[in-house]
């Protein structure tokens, strides 16, 4: 794998944003603010032409867009190819171990509710190992921004079936194809109790942009499901295939977010394979603000100070600490 770093140069050799001059654009009218949350410290070892390049461009203009400062923001991933993602924002970051992002993630938003706490994963990491911790946090309506990079294959080890794998995928693990139905992230999140969900294809850059901003502003557990190209080892779906397919679905004449079942109806749809040209819906597909509270609207612990600002000199835990003798 070949090194690469971050820098906008780097990003216009990567042949996706080559492909997309929309994205060149947009970073240079930003990039002296969109610098400010580089990383330099650190070389990405992510491909050439990877999705990820797109989708870690697009979180910093959101970023700026939202004018939130990088002290203001803690990413925290799992393990896998997006999960190197805090390596190369300057913000507070963790990488901690797969599929665990989201209990993590939950500790850093209790102690802290004033932090905006982004967690980001892949697909293996979000529905393999991370799938129990993905569907209390749901609904738990945790207060945090869940970006899973969605390329149906497991990236950094070398390309094992995912479970967002289609049904028949052949690969080192499944020679014979996939048996299994594959999980549909967005059906997931819904059924769950998510109450902010979108997908958007990294290649679009002005729409996830915009969707990871809605995201970041929404209080409550949001999920964007990015589409993400992984060029290495599930190059039939790359660039290309989600080109010709993404359309916006705020664009469509019955576009009704705010109602469950209007999205769940195009899931359904989908799943039958019943959407025409086998077009991919990206956008906001459900939020509801006012479906109900986030798990910290129920902690009066912290509903006048985030606890990690709270005075505990007076806190005397030796009793407690006592009975495990
Ligand atoms: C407990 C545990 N099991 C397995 C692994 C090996 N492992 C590392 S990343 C990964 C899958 C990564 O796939 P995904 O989450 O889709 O991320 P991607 O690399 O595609 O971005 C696996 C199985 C691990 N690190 N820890
Ligand atoms: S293996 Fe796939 S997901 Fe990983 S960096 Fe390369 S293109 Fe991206
Ligand atoms: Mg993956």
Redesign the pocket.
């Given at each position: 794998m070949k090194l690469v770093n971050t820098s906008e140069d780097v990003l216009k050799k990567s042949g996706q944003i080559n492909d997309h001059e929309e994205v060149l654009r947009l970073y240079d009218e930003h990039s002296s603010e969109v610098k400010d949350w580089d990383e330099p410290e650190h070389k990405s070892q992510w491909c050439p032409g990877c999705g990820?390049f797109a989708i870690l461009l697009a979180f910093k203009k959101a970023m700026v867009s939202l004018k939130i400062r990088p002290e203001e923001v803690c990413i925290v991933s799992?393990?896998?190819?997006?999960?190197?993602f805090p390596h190369y924002v300057k913000c507070y970051g963790v990488e901690t171990?797969?599929?665990r992002a989201l209990p993590v993630a939950t500790g850093v938003k209790l102690a802290n509710k004033d932090v905006n706490v982004v967690v980001v994963?892949?697909?293996?990491?979000?529905f393999?190992?991370g799938m129990g911790h993905f569907v209390h946090s749901a609904r738990r309506n945790l207060d945090v921004t869940y970006l899973i990079?969605?390329?149906?294959?497991?990236?950094?080890?070398k390309g094992?079936t995912?479970p967002?794998s289609p049904k028949g995928t052949k690969t080192v693990s499944t020679p014979n194809g996939s048996i299994e139905t594959p999980i549909h992230p967005v059906e997931q999140a819904i059924t769950n109790g998510a109450t902010f969900v979108a997908r958007c294809f990294a290649g679009d850059m002005e729409q996830t942009v915009r969707v990871m901003a809605q995201a970041m502003k929404h209080k409550g557990f949001a999920i964007v499901e990015m589409l993400?190209p992984?060029v290495s080892?599930n190059p039939s779906k790359n660039h290309q295939y989600f080109k010709e397919r993404c359309i916006r679905v705020e664009e469509s004449g019955d576009y009704n977010p705010t109602n469950k079942n209007w999205a769940l109806a195009l899931v359904h749809r989908e799943k039958a394979g019943l959407i025409k040209d086998e077009k991919i819906a990206c956008g906001i597909l459900y939020h509801n603000d006012s479906e109900r509270g986030t798990y910290l609207d129920e902690l009066p612990e912290s509903a006048d100070l985030a606890l990690v600002k709270q005075d505990i000199s007076n806190v005397d835990i030796e009793g407690l600490l006592d009975k495990f003798e």
């Open positions: 990820n799992g393990i896998g190819q997006a999960g190197k171990l797969h599929g994963g892949g697909d293996g990491d979000g393999g190992l990079h969605n390329n149906e294959i497991y990236g950094l080890t094992q995912s967002t993400q992984c080892y």
